[in-house]
């Protein structure tokens, strides 16, 4: 296993990098006013003196393709940092088997996926919702929904009545 200490020092010290940089960067940006009131209301208003004494007071001005730049890195970064999590499911399954047992759903494991279950429940929310559509619709009772269509459900398929029917017809025995 890698040592994770530099990383977590790095992130550390971009994060505080970002957070003041950031804003020293939009306002060295060229076209951005300093600030400044142009003066106090008895005095005479000197606008671009006050303009001045504020940019030199951030530093010099910054022109347009830094602010671009750094703007192009960090969505790359953001990018590369999204790619390197683990997507919903893996996070799922890494939360259940380290923090309670959780041995996943029986009915997606007869498709070779793993799915958290529901509390209370040997099955996962939708598989339990698939099953629950299927004996509301045929007046039936099954332990669960047949495997043809758990697979389709992974697959990301829309599960249509003529599939359920086809399904339940493959399931029964013939005699």
């Known amino acids: 296993m890698k040592d994770l200490d530099p990383l977590t020092t790095l992130a550390h010290n971009i994060r505080t990098t970002l957070e003041a940089g950031a804003q020293a960067l939009i306002e060295q940006r060229s076209g ?3 600030g400044g009131t142009g003066g106090t209301p008895s005095s005479t208003s000197d606008r671009t003196g006050q303009l001045a004494t504020k940019r030199i007071d951030r530093g010099p001005e910054r022109p347009d393709i830094d602010y ?4 192009q890195l960090l969505t790359e ?4 940092l999204n790619r ?7 996070r799922q399954h890494i939360q259940a088997t380290t923090t309670q047992r959780n041995d996943g759903c029986t009915s997606c494991a007869r498709v070779n996926t793993w799915t958290a279950r529901t509390p209370n429940n040997t099955m996962c929310r939708t598989c339990n919702e698939l099953l629950l559509r299927i004996q509301m619709q045929h007046h039936i009772t099954l332990e669960q929904p047949p495997a043809t269509l758990v697979d389709r459900q992974r697959q ?5 009545t003529r599939e359920i029917n086809q399904a339940l017809h493959e399931k029964k025995p013939k005699g």
């Open 77 to 80: 970064l953001q990018d590369i």
């Open 32 to 34: 951005f006013p300093a």
């Open 84 to 90: 390197a999590r683990p997507n919903k499911r893996t």
């Open 156 to 160: 990301g398929r829309r599960i249509t």
């Open 68 to 71: 671009e730049r750094t703007l």
